[in-house]
Protein backbone atom coordinates (compact mmCIF):
# COMPACT_ATOMS: atom_id res chain seq x y z
CA UNK A 1 0.00 0.00 0.00
CA UNK A 2 1.21 3.54 -0.88
CA UNK A 3 0.18 7.36 -0.13
CA UNK A 4 0.75 10.72 -1.11
CA UNK A 5 2.60 13.50 0.67
CA UNK A 6 2.12 16.82 -0.54
CA UNK A 7 3.24 19.77 0.86
CA UNK A 8 1.13 22.79 0.74
CA UNK A 9 1.30 26.20 -0.31
CA UNK A 10 2.79 25.11 -3.95
CA UNK A 11 1.87 27.51 -7.12
CA UNK A 12 2.21 25.53 -9.90
CA UNK A 13 4.32 26.98 -12.87
CA UNK A 14 5.17 25.45 -16.27
CA UNK A 15 4.25 22.82 -18.72
CA UNK A 16 2.52 19.80 -19.03
CA UNK A 17 1.25 17.34 -21.27
CA UNK A 18 -1.66 15.22 -21.39
CA UNK A 19 -1.70 11.78 -21.97
CA UNK A 20 -4.78 9.60 -23.97
CA UNK A 21 -8.33 9.75 -22.47
CA UNK A 22 -8.52 7.32 -20.06
CA UNK A 23 -12.49 7.30 -20.90
CA UNK A 24 -11.51 6.51 -24.60
CA UNK A 25 -8.64 3.79 -23.93
CA UNK A 26 -11.06 1.87 -21.86
CA UNK A 27 -13.80 1.23 -25.00
CA UNK A 28 -11.42 1.06 -27.96
CA UNK A 29 -9.00 -1.77 -25.91
CA UNK A 30 -12.33 -4.00 -25.83
CA UNK A 31 -13.31 -3.35 -29.31
CA UNK A 32 -10.41 -4.07 -30.72
CA UNK A 33 -12.23 -7.87 -30.01
CA UNK A 34 -14.46 -6.97 -32.89
CA UNK A 35 -11.53 -7.53 -35.50
CA UNK A 36 -9.20 -10.58 -36.29
CA UNK A 37 -6.07 -9.11 -36.87
CA UNK A 38 -3.54 -6.88 -35.79
CA UNK A 39 -4.48 -3.67 -34.28
CA UNK A 40 -2.15 -0.47 -32.78
CA UNK A 41 -3.26 1.63 -30.37
CA UNK A 42 -1.17 4.24 -29.85
CA UNK A 43 -1.40 7.47 -26.83
CA UNK A 44 -2.99 4.37 -24.73
CA UNK A 45 -2.16 6.00 -20.89
CA UNK A 46 -0.07 3.92 -18.85
CA UNK A 47 -2.91 3.99 -15.60
CA UNK A 48 -3.92 0.81 -13.63
CA UNK A 49 -7.55 1.00 -15.66
CA UNK A 50 -5.82 0.40 -18.99
CA UNK A 51 -4.10 -2.56 -17.63
CA UNK A 52 -6.63 -4.73 -16.29
CA UNK A 53 -8.48 -4.13 -19.37
CA UNK A 54 -5.49 -5.48 -21.54
CA UNK A 55 -5.38 -8.60 -18.51
CA UNK A 56 -8.86 -9.08 -19.65
CA UNK A 57 -8.20 -9.52 -23.11
CA UNK A 58 -4.91 -11.37 -22.39
CA UNK A 59 -7.05 -14.14 -19.86
CA UNK A 60 -9.65 -14.59 -23.32
CA UNK A 61 -6.45 -15.45 -25.88
CA UNK A 62 -5.78 -12.25 -27.25
CA UNK A 63 -1.85 -11.55 -27.98
CA UNK A 64 -1.23 -8.11 -26.24
CA UNK A 65 2.40 -6.38 -26.02
CA UNK A 66 3.94 -2.96 -25.98
CA UNK A 67 6.03 -1.78 -28.44
CA UNK A 68 6.54 1.37 -26.53
CA UNK A 69 5.76 2.89 -23.63
CA UNK A 70 2.46 4.53 -24.80
CA UNK A 71 1.59 2.09 -27.90
CA UNK A 72 0.58 -1.55 -27.60
CA UNK A 73 0.18 -4.08 -30.03
CA UNK A 74 -3.75 -6.26 -29.86
CA UNK A 75 -4.34 -9.01 -31.73
CA UNK A 76 -7.45 -11.15 -31.08
CA UNK A 77 -7.53 -13.22 -33.60
CA UNK A 78 -7.27 -16.89 -31.89
CA UNK A 79 -9.82 -14.98 -28.46
CA UNK A 80 -11.59 -18.28 -27.53
CA UNK A 81 -12.73 -17.60 -24.29
CA UNK A 82 -15.48 -14.78 -24.13
CA UNK A 83 -15.46 -14.64 -20.43
CA UNK A 84 -14.13 -11.78 -18.20
CA UNK A 85 -14.11 -13.08 -14.52
CA UNK A 86 -14.66 -10.87 -11.08
CA UNK A 87 -10.85 -10.57 -10.84
CA UNK A 88 -10.39 -8.05 -13.27
CA UNK A 89 -13.85 -7.00 -13.27
CA UNK A 90 -13.82 -5.94 -9.86
CA UNK A 91 -11.87 -3.19 -10.26
CA UNK A 92 -12.93 -0.59 -13.10
CA UNK A 93 -16.56 0.41 -14.46
CA UNK A 94 -15.59 0.08 -18.07
CA UNK A 95 -14.91 -3.58 -17.97
CA UNK A 96 -18.09 -4.22 -19.19
CA UNK A 97 -17.62 -2.67 -22.58
CA UNK A 98 -16.26 -6.45 -22.76
CA UNK A 99 -19.95 -7.40 -23.01
CA UNK A 100 -20.79 -5.48 -26.14
CA UNK A 101 -17.78 -6.41 -28.22
CA UNK A 102 -18.08 -10.31 -27.29
CA UNK A 103 -21.37 -10.27 -28.06
CA UNK A 104 -21.02 -8.57 -31.54
CA UNK A 105 -17.65 -11.10 -32.49
CA UNK A 106 -18.58 -14.29 -30.38
CA UNK A 107 -22.68 -13.91 -30.28
CA UNK A 108 -22.17 -14.84 -26.57
CA UNK A 109 -20.87 -13.48 -23.36
CA UNK A 110 -20.13 -14.03 -19.47
CA UNK A 111 -19.11 -10.59 -18.26
CA UNK A 112 -19.14 -9.90 -14.45
CA UNK A 113 -20.94 -7.09 -12.98
CA UNK A 114 -18.22 -4.37 -12.78
CA UNK A 115 -16.49 -2.22 -10.16
CA UNK A 116 -14.73 1.40 -10.39
CA UNK A 117 -16.10 4.30 -8.18
CA UNK A 118 -18.54 3.91 -5.85
CA UNK A 119 -20.22 7.29 -6.10
CA UNK A 120 -24.07 6.34 -6.15
CA UNK A 121 -26.52 3.85 -8.27
CA UNK A 122 -25.19 3.25 -12.16
CA UNK A 123 -27.36 0.56 -13.42
CA UNK A 124 -26.90 -1.23 -16.15
CA UNK A 125 -30.85 -1.37 -17.11
CA UNK A 126 -30.04 0.75 -20.83
CA UNK A 127 -27.10 -1.33 -21.84
CA UNK A 128 -29.65 -4.55 -21.46
CA UNK A 129 -32.52 -2.72 -23.23
CA UNK A 130 -30.11 -2.47 -26.20
CA UNK A 131 -28.65 -5.51 -26.53
CA UNK A 132 -32.49 -6.95 -25.90
CA UNK A 133 -33.17 -4.57 -29.03
CA UNK A 134 -30.91 -6.20 -31.40
CA UNK A 135 -31.75 -9.73 -30.81
CA UNK A 136 -29.34 -11.19 -27.48
CA UNK A 137 -30.86 -12.63 -24.30
CA UNK A 138 -29.80 -11.15 -21.21
CA UNK A 139 -29.53 -13.14 -17.90
CA UNK A 140 -27.97 -12.33 -14.38
CA UNK A 141 -27.01 -14.83 -12.49
CA UNK A 142 -24.46 -15.06 -9.48
CA UNK A 143 -22.92 -11.95 -10.57
CA UNK A 144 -22.28 -12.41 -13.93
CA UNK A 145 -23.96 -10.56 -16.90
CA UNK A 146 -24.41 -13.50 -19.48
CA UNK A 147 -25.23 -12.69 -22.99
CA UNK A 148 -26.53 -15.09 -26.23
CA UNK A 149 -27.36 -14.69 -29.36
CA UNK A 150 -29.54 -17.39 -30.72
CA UNK A 151 -29.17 -16.84 -34.50
CA UNK A 152 -27.81 -13.27 -35.14
CA UNK A 153 -27.73 -10.14 -34.18
CA UNK A 154 -30.34 -7.54 -35.96
CA UNK A 155 -30.03 -4.18 -36.66
CA UNK A 156 -33.15 -1.90 -34.76
CA UNK A 157 -33.79 1.25 -33.15
CA UNK A 158 -32.54 2.14 -29.26
CA UNK A 159 -33.68 5.05 -27.70
CA UNK A 160 -32.02 5.42 -24.15
CA UNK A 161 -34.58 6.65 -21.47
CA UNK A 162 -31.19 8.82 -19.85
CA UNK A 163 -28.65 10.05 -22.45
CA UNK A 164 -25.81 7.24 -20.88
CA UNK A 165 -22.15 7.45 -22.20
CA UNK A 166 -21.43 3.36 -20.96
CA UNK A 167 -24.97 1.86 -22.78
CA UNK A 168 -24.30 4.31 -25.95
CA UNK A 169 -20.99 2.87 -25.79
CA UNK A 170 -21.86 -0.83 -25.27
CA UNK A 171 -24.50 -1.15 -28.13
CA UNK A 172 -22.26 0.55 -30.89
CA UNK A 173 -19.41 -2.11 -29.75
CA UNK A 174 -22.46 -4.89 -30.68
CA UNK A 175 -24.57 -2.95 -33.20
CA UNK A 176 -21.72 -2.57 -35.32
CA UNK A 177 -21.19 -6.78 -36.18
CA UNK A 178 -25.27 -6.64 -36.40
CA UNK A 179 -27.04 -7.45 -39.93
CA UNK A 180 -28.78 -4.25 -40.99
CA UNK A 181 -29.32 -0.72 -39.52
CA UNK A 182 -29.09 0.03 -35.78
CA UNK A 183 -30.39 3.43 -34.91
CA UNK A 184 -29.75 4.56 -31.69
CA UNK A 185 -31.66 7.99 -30.21
CA UNK A 186 -30.23 10.14 -27.12
CA UNK A 187 -27.18 8.64 -27.30
CA UNK A 188 -24.02 10.37 -25.78
CA UNK A 189 -21.90 12.74 -27.30
CA UNK A 190 -18.85 13.03 -25.38
CA UNK A 191 -15.49 13.15 -27.30
CA UNK A 192 -14.95 9.56 -26.12
CA UNK A 193 -17.70 8.33 -27.89
CA UNK A 194 -16.80 10.07 -31.12
CA UNK A 195 -12.87 8.76 -30.81
CA UNK A 196 -14.63 5.35 -30.40
CA UNK A 197 -16.63 5.65 -33.18
CA UNK A 198 -13.66 7.47 -35.15
CA UNK A 199 -11.71 3.78 -34.23
CA UNK A 200 -14.47 1.25 -35.21
CA UNK A 201 -14.34 2.74 -38.17
CA UNK A 202 -10.62 2.77 -39.32
CA UNK A 203 -11.25 -1.23 -38.52
CA UNK A 204 -14.32 -1.42 -41.45
CA UNK A 205 -17.47 -0.50 -39.19
CA UNK A 206 -20.36 2.18 -40.61
CA UNK A 207 -20.83 4.15 -37.72
CA UNK A 208 -22.66 8.20 -38.52
CA UNK A 209 -23.60 10.68 -36.59
CA UNK A 210 -21.41 10.32 -33.37
CA UNK A 211 -21.39 13.22 -31.64
CA UNK A 212 -24.72 13.90 -31.94
CA UNK A 213 -27.71 12.67 -30.29
CA UNK A 214 -28.70 10.22 -32.62
CA UNK A 215 -25.86 7.54 -33.97
CA UNK A 216 -26.47 5.22 -36.74
CA UNK A 217 -24.74 2.15 -37.63
CA UNK A 218 -24.76 -0.02 -40.94
CA UNK A 219 -23.63 -3.13 -39.53
CA UNK A 220 -20.80 -5.54 -41.36
CA UNK A 221 -19.58 -8.70 -41.51
CA UNK A 222 -16.13 -8.46 -41.16
CA UNK A 223 -14.14 -5.80 -38.96
CA UNK A 224 -9.89 -5.44 -40.03
CA UNK A 225 -6.95 -4.25 -37.67
CA UNK A 226 -5.80 -0.54 -37.43
CA UNK A 227 -3.81 1.94 -36.29
CA UNK A 228 -5.00 4.69 -34.05
CA UNK A 229 -3.97 6.88 -31.85
CA UNK A 230 -5.95 7.71 -28.77
CA UNK A 231 -7.67 11.12 -27.94
CA UNK A 232 -6.05 13.63 -25.34
CA UNK A 233 -7.87 12.80 -21.84
CA UNK A 234 -10.10 15.74 -21.41
CA UNK A 235 -10.70 15.25 -18.13
CA UNK A 236 -6.24 15.34 -17.09
CA UNK A 237 -6.38 18.47 -18.68
CA UNK A 238 -9.26 19.87 -16.80
CA UNK A 239 -7.29 18.68 -13.68
CA UNK A 240 -4.35 20.71 -14.23
CA UNK A 241 -5.68 23.64 -15.58
CA UNK A 242 -8.02 23.87 -12.40
CA UNK A 243 -4.85 23.20 -10.18
CA UNK A 244 -2.77 25.73 -11.77
CA UNK A 245 -5.69 28.21 -11.22
CA UNK A 246 -6.85 27.02 -7.63
CA UNK A 247 -2.97 27.73 -6.86
CA UNK A 248 -2.93 31.01 -7.94
CA UNK A 249 -0.27 29.79 -10.74
CA UNK A 250 0.90 29.83 -14.50
CA UNK A 251 0.45 26.26 -16.62
CA UNK A 252 0.80 25.95 -20.05
CA UNK A 253 -1.57 22.13 -20.65
CA UNK A 254 -0.08 20.81 -23.88
CA UNK A 255 -1.72 17.96 -26.27
CA UNK A 256 -5.35 19.19 -25.56
CA UNK A 257 -8.22 19.56 -27.80
CA UNK A 258 -9.19 23.07 -26.71
CA UNK A 259 -12.85 22.89 -28.08
CA UNK A 260 -13.56 19.67 -25.45
CA UNK A 261 -12.26 21.99 -22.39
CA UNK A 262 -15.11 25.23 -23.18
CA UNK A 263 -16.75 24.30 -20.41
CA UNK A 264 -14.25 24.08 -17.99
CA UNK A 265 -12.51 26.82 -19.43
CA UNK A 266 -15.76 29.24 -19.08
CA UNK A 267 -16.09 28.62 -15.67
CA UNK A 268 -12.43 29.21 -14.99
CA UNK A 269 -12.76 32.88 -16.54
CA UNK A 270 -15.90 33.33 -14.63
CA UNK A 271 -13.87 32.70 -11.53
CA UNK A 272 -11.18 35.08 -12.49
CA UNK A 273 -8.44 32.78 -13.87
CA UNK A 274 -7.03 33.70 -17.38
CA UNK A 275 -7.36 31.59 -19.97
CA UNK A 276 -5.43 31.53 -23.34
CA UNK A 277 -6.33 29.23 -26.08
CA UNK A 278 -3.91 27.53 -28.56
CA UNK A 279 -4.05 25.25 -31.55
CA UNK A 280 -3.09 22.06 -29.26
CA UNK A 281 -2.65 23.76 -25.88
CA UNK A 282 -4.44 25.64 -23.34
CA UNK A 283 -2.58 27.92 -21.06
CA UNK A 284 -3.99 28.68 -17.29
CA UNK A 285 -3.18 32.04 -14.90
CA UNK A 286 -4.82 33.46 -11.81
CA UNK A 287 -2.58 36.44 -11.32
CA UNK A 288 -5.57 37.73 -8.37
CA UNK A 289 -7.63 35.94 -6.20
CA UNK A 290 -10.31 33.62 -7.29
CA UNK A 291 -13.76 34.66 -6.61
CA UNK A 292 -17.35 32.27 -7.00
CA UNK A 293 -18.32 30.49 -9.48
CA UNK A 294 -21.86 28.40 -9.80
CA UNK A 295 -21.87 25.28 -11.65
CA UNK A 296 -24.22 22.27 -12.64
CA UNK A 297 -23.03 18.95 -13.93
CA UNK A 298 -24.44 17.75 -17.17
CA UNK A 299 -23.96 15.40 -20.08
CA UNK A 300 -21.06 16.82 -22.70
CA UNK A 301 -21.06 19.40 -24.19
CA UNK A 302 -21.82 20.59 -20.42
CA UNK A 303 -19.72 20.94 -17.49
CA UNK A 304 -18.34 17.26 -16.89
CA UNK A 305 -19.53 15.05 -13.77
CA UNK A 306 -15.42 14.23 -13.78
CA UNK A 307 -14.25 17.57 -12.79
CA UNK A 308 -16.81 18.37 -10.37
CA UNK A 309 -14.57 17.52 -7.41
CA UNK A 310 -11.45 19.73 -8.73
CA UNK A 311 -13.45 22.54 -8.65
CA UNK A 312 -14.94 22.13 -5.40
CA UNK A 313 -11.68 21.92 -4.11
CA UNK A 314 -10.46 25.09 -6.17
CA UNK A 315 -13.42 26.82 -5.31
CA UNK A 316 -12.94 26.03 -1.43
CA UNK A 317 -10.48 29.08 -1.27
CA UNK A 318 -12.39 31.64 -3.86
CA UNK A 319 -13.78 34.64 -2.07
CA UNK A 320 -17.67 34.13 -1.70
CA UNK A 321 -20.31 30.85 -1.47
CA UNK A 322 -20.43 28.95 -4.88
CA UNK A 323 -23.25 26.35 -5.20
CA UNK A 324 -22.55 23.42 -7.43
CA UNK A 325 -25.31 20.94 -8.37
CA UNK A 326 -24.54 17.59 -9.32
CA UNK A 327 -26.83 16.65 -12.31
CA UNK A 328 -25.31 13.68 -13.19
CA UNK A 329 -24.78 11.09 -10.46
CA UNK A 330 -26.07 10.76 -7.26
CA UNK A 331 -23.52 10.52 -4.33
CA UNK A 332 -20.97 12.21 -5.52
CA UNK A 333 -20.16 14.70 -2.88
CA UNK A 334 -18.88 11.42 -0.68
CA UNK A 335 -15.26 13.48 -0.69
CA UNK A 336 -16.65 16.74 1.18
CA UNK A 337 -15.99 15.15 4.73
CA UNK A 338 -12.53 14.83 3.67
CA UNK A 339 -12.08 18.46 2.36
CA UNK A 340 -13.90 19.25 5.66
CA UNK A 341 -11.33 17.25 7.72
CA UNK A 342 -8.47 20.30 6.15
CA UNK A 343 -11.00 23.26 6.93
CA UNK A 344 -13.54 23.13 4.30
CA UNK A 345 -16.90 25.20 4.69
CA UNK A 346 -19.27 22.82 2.24
CA UNK A 347 -22.72 22.26 3.28
CA UNK A 348 -24.40 19.39 0.90
CA UNK A 349 -27.93 18.61 0.12
CA UNK A 350 -29.06 16.25 -1.80
CA UNK A 351 -27.57 16.98 -5.47
CA UNK A 352 -26.74 20.66 -3.92
CA UNK A 353 -23.44 21.18 -2.60
CA UNK A 354 -22.95 24.97 -1.10
CA UNK A 355 -19.17 25.65 -0.66
CA UNK A 356 -18.28 28.87 1.53
CA UNK A 357 -14.96 30.08 0.41
CA UNK A 358 -12.09 30.15 3.20
CA UNK A 359 -8.82 31.81 3.92
CA UNK A 360 -6.82 29.28 4.41
CA UNK A 361 -6.93 24.84 4.57
CA UNK A 362 -4.45 23.04 6.64
CA UNK A 363 -2.76 19.65 5.84
CA UNK A 364 -4.75 16.84 7.54
CA UNK A 365 -4.90 12.87 7.52
CA UNK A 366 -7.05 12.27 4.91
CA UNK A 367 -8.03 9.37 2.02
CA UNK A 368 -9.08 9.25 -1.87
CA UNK A 369 -12.68 8.11 -1.78
CA UNK A 370 -12.85 7.72 -5.40
CA UNK A 371 -10.58 8.65 -8.75
CA UNK A 372 -11.64 12.08 -9.31
CA UNK A 373 -12.23 12.64 -5.60
CA UNK A 374 -8.49 11.80 -5.08
CA UNK A 375 -7.21 14.23 -7.37
CA UNK A 376 -9.13 16.88 -5.93
CA UNK A 377 -8.03 16.32 -2.79
CA UNK A 378 -4.68 16.59 -3.90
CA UNK A 379 -5.42 20.37 -5.38
CA UNK A 380 -7.06 21.29 -1.90
CA UNK A 381 -3.36 19.76 -0.41
CA UNK A 382 -1.77 21.87 -2.76
CA UNK A 383 -3.30 25.28 -1.42
CA UNK A 384 -3.10 24.11 2.39
CA UNK A 385 -0.74 24.88 5.04
CA UNK A 386 1.41 22.40 5.99
CA UNK A 387 1.48 18.48 5.14
CA UNK A 388 -1.40 16.22 3.88
CA UNK A 389 -1.30 12.77 4.33
CA UNK A 390 -3.38 11.11 1.23
CA UNK A 391 -3.89 6.91 1.73
CA UNK A 392 -6.25 4.76 -0.65
CA UNK A 393 -3.96 6.27 -3.45
CA UNK A 394 -5.25 3.38 -5.94
CA UNK A 395 -8.31 5.36 -7.07
CA UNK A 396 -5.65 7.75 -8.54
CA UNK A 397 -3.57 5.44 -10.21
CA UNK A 398 -6.77 4.26 -11.93
CA UNK A 399 -6.99 7.63 -14.36
CA UNK A 400 -3.99 9.57 -13.77
CA UNK A 401 -0.36 8.83 -15.57
CA UNK A 402 2.74 9.99 -13.46
CA UNK A 403 0.62 12.26 -11.78
CA UNK A 404 3.39 12.60 -9.07
CA UNK A 405 5.84 13.75 -11.63
CA UNK A 406 3.98 15.54 -13.86
CA UNK A 407 3.35 18.04 -10.60
CA UNK A 408 6.79 18.19 -8.93
CA UNK A 409 7.61 19.21 -12.67
CA UNK A 410 5.42 22.20 -12.16
CA UNK A 411 6.54 22.70 -8.38
CA UNK A 412 4.84 20.32 -6.51
CA UNK A 413 6.09 19.33 -3.66
CA UNK A 414 4.28 15.78 -3.70
CA UNK A 415 5.65 12.49 -2.71
CA UNK A 416 4.75 8.36 -3.02
CA UNK A 417 5.52 6.75 -0.48
CA UNK A 418 5.23 2.84 0.97
CA UNK A 419 2.79 2.38 3.89
CA UNK A 420 4.42 -0.44 6.13
CA UNK A 421 2.33 -3.19 7.10
CA UNK A 422 2.68 -2.24 10.76
CA UNK A 423 0.86 1.50 9.83
CA UNK A 424 -1.90 0.00 8.23
CA UNK A 425 -2.62 -2.05 11.09
CA UNK A 426 -2.25 0.87 13.33
CA UNK A 427 -4.23 3.07 11.00
CA UNK A 428 -7.31 0.54 10.24
CA UNK A 429 -7.37 -0.18 14.04
CA UNK A 430 -7.09 -3.83 13.71
Known sequence: MEKFIVKGSSRLAGEVTVGGAKNAAVAIIPATILAKGLCTIENVPNISDVSYQLKALKEMGADVRYIARNTVEIDTTNLRNPVVPYEFARHLRASYYNLGALIGRCRQASVSMPGGCNFGVRPIDQHIK??????????????????????????????????????????????????????????????????????????????????????????????????????????????????????????????????HMEAVSNKLIQAGAVVEEYDDAIRVSAPAPLQFANIKTMPHPGFPTDLQPQMAAMLIKARGTSVITEGVWDGRFSYVEELARMGANIQVDGKVAVVQGVPNLTGAPVKAVDLRAGVAIIIAALTAKGDTEIEDIFHIDRGYEQIVEKLCNLGADIRRVHVPDLERVRVSGK
Open 130 to 259: GFECLGAEITIDHGMINAKVKNSLIGSHVYFDVSTVGATVNVMLAAVRAKGLTVMENAAKEPHVVDLANFLNSMGADVRGAGTDVIKIHGVDIMHGSSYSIIPDQIEAGTYMIAAAATGGDVLVKDVIPK
